[in-house]
């Protein structure tokens, strides 16, 4: 935990400042949609080739996306992905969301520094799982039973 504070704090640096744009500062100290959410109609949680996890929660209503949350152990682009993954998905029908690319995060964040693009994703791999859990289970309710 205080690994990620110190994170934090190291984003806020003067000299990050230069490196990350406002929205991700903002994003990884201030997450949308931060934790997860009891009974959701879809999940997943993928680590990444970086040993990083990302977790994603939906709750969806009529095939959209009525609530996403999300956690992550991972650095602070990591945390500004996530948010703003769930922020870009919540809303939107699930064909719309499953189309929400690593490039469609980096935009809307910003962009991000070249090493830290595969959080982004991270985020929407992590999306696109949670959304086929949702569609597995609506084809064979009886799955649910079987994931968490
Ligand atoms: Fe692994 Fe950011 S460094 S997700």
Redesign the pocket.
């Known amino acids: 935990m205080s690994d990620g504070l110190d994170e934090l704090e190291e984003l806020l640096s003067s000299e990050n400042r230069k490196t990350y744009s406002a929205k991700v500062i903002d994003h990884a100290m201030n997450p949308r949609n931060l934790g997860l959410i009891e009974n959701a109609d879809g999940y997943a949680g993928i680590t990444?080739p970086?040993g990083?996890t990302m977790k994603i929660w939906l709750k969806v209503d009529n095939d959209q996306i009525a609530k996403a949350g999300f956690m992550t152990d991972?650095?602070g682009?990591?945390i500004a992905s996530g948010s703003m993954v769930t922020e870009l998905a919540t809303g939107k029908d699930i064909s719309e969301a499953l189309l929400i690319s690593q490039q469609n995060i980096l935009d809307a964040l910003n962009g991000l520094p070249e090493e830290?693009k595969?959080?982004a994703l991270?985020a929407s791999n992590t999306l696109k799982a949670a959304i086929k859990v949702y569609m597995d289970v609506k084809k064979e309710p009886w799955k649910k039973a079987y994931r968490k």
Do not use: A, E, V
């Open positions: 990444g970086c990083d991972g650095c682009t990591s830290n595969h959080c991270l």
